[in-house]
C-alpha cells in the first residue's frame, strides 16, 4: 500500500518569513496530493490539492509543487502571519471510481511568532 | 463547513462494551470514509462507502464494522470496545467530481 513521509515534524518560522512542508509518497499509482490544515480541537480542513498532470498550483499565499519523478510534494507558505499556526497534513490517493483512499502524512506542527 | 455532523461527540466507555457512532450527511454525497486520529500517527483510514449497502475496508479496520443503509448516514460499530480504540474518529464527505474530502467534527471516544 501507500506510504507517506513527511517533514518536518515541527516549523517554527518568525511573522513574514516563508514555511515549507515536504512529503514523499511511495505508490507511483497516487496522482491526487491534497493538503489539510487543522487547529487545535477542530476539523482537518482542505486548503489546496493538486493532480498529477500538474507541476504547481497556487492560492493567494498557499502553494504545492509536485515532482512525480522524485515523489514527492511540498506546501509553500508565504508571508506567514499568526493564524497560519495550526498542523498541517500531506496525503495521498490513487483516484479511481471506487472513492479516494487517503494515506496521510504525520503531520507538521506549525509556528508562527510574532 | 460542508452539511456532516458527527453523534455522539465525546464518548467514555469501558472495555468490552459496544459503541456506535454515527455520521450523518445533508449534502447527498457517495463516498462516505471514517478515519481515526491518533499522535503520531495522523489519519488513518479505517472503512469507506461508495454507496448505499457498499463498504470496504480502509488501513486499519480490525475490530471495526460499518453500514449504510441511507445516503446520509455511515454507522461504526466497535463490537467490543478495546482501550487501543481510544481515539478521535472522524468522518469524512467527498463527492465523485473532484475528490475532494470533508470531514465532520470529530468523535472524542475514550475505552477505560
Known amino acids: 500500500g501507500e506510504n507517506v513521509e513527511q517533514h518536518p515534524s515541527t516549523l517554527s518560522v518568525q511573522e513574514g518569513d516563508s514555511a515549507v512542508i515536504k512529503c514523499t509518497y511511495s505508490?507511483?499509482?497516487?496522482?491526487?496530493f491534497p493538503w489539510y490544515k487543522q487547529e487545535l480541537g477542530k476539523r482537518p480542513q482542505l486548503i489546496i490539492d493538486?493532480?498529477?498532470?500538474?507541476g504547481e498550483k497556487k492560492d493567494q499565499r498557499i502553494a504545492v509543487t509536485l515532482n512525480k519523478t522524485a515523489k514527492h510534494f511540498s506546501l509553500h507558505i508565504t508571508e506567514t502571519q499568526p493564524e497560519d499556526s495550526a498542523v498541517y497534513f500531506c496525503?495521498?490517493?490513487?483516484?479511481?471510481?471506487?472513492?479516494?483512499?487517503?494515506?496521510f502524512g504525520t503531520g507538521t506542527q506549525l509556528k508562527v511568532e510574532l | 463547513d460542508a452539511g456532516i455532523t458527527q453523534s455522539p461527540r465525546h464518548k467514555v466507555t469501558e472495555t468490552g462494551t459496544p459503541v456506535t457512532l454515527r455520521c450523518h450527511q445533508t449534502?447527498?454525497?457517495?463516498?462516505m470514509y471514517w478515519y481515526r486520529q491518533d499522535p503520531g500517527h495522523g489519519l488513518r483510514l479505517i472503512h469507506y462507502?461508495?454507496?448505499?449497502?457498499?463498504?470496504d475496508k480502509g488501513e486499519v479496520s480490525d475490530g471495526y464494522s460499518v453500514s449504510r443503509s441511507k445516503t446520509e448516514d455511515f454507522l461504526l460499530t466497535l463490537e467490543s470496545a478495546t482501550s487501543s480504540q481510544t481515539s478521535v474518529y472522524f468522518c469524512?464527505?467527498?463527492?465523485?467530481?473532484?475528490?475532494?474530502?470533508?470531514f465532520g467534527p470529530g468523535t472524542r471516544l475514550t475505552v477505560t
Open positions: 462507502s461508495y454507496g448505499v449497502k457498499d463498504t
Open positions: 493538486i493532480r498529477s498532470n500538474v
Open positions: 496525503a495521498a490517493s490513487e483516484l479511481t471510481g471506487g472513492g479516494n483512499k487517503l494515506t
Open positions: 449534502e447527498n454525497h457517495r463516498y
Open positions: 469524512a464527505i467527498s463527492a465523485p467530481a473532484g475528490y475532494e474530502q470533508y
Open positions: 505508490d507511483s499509482a497516487s496522482n491526487y
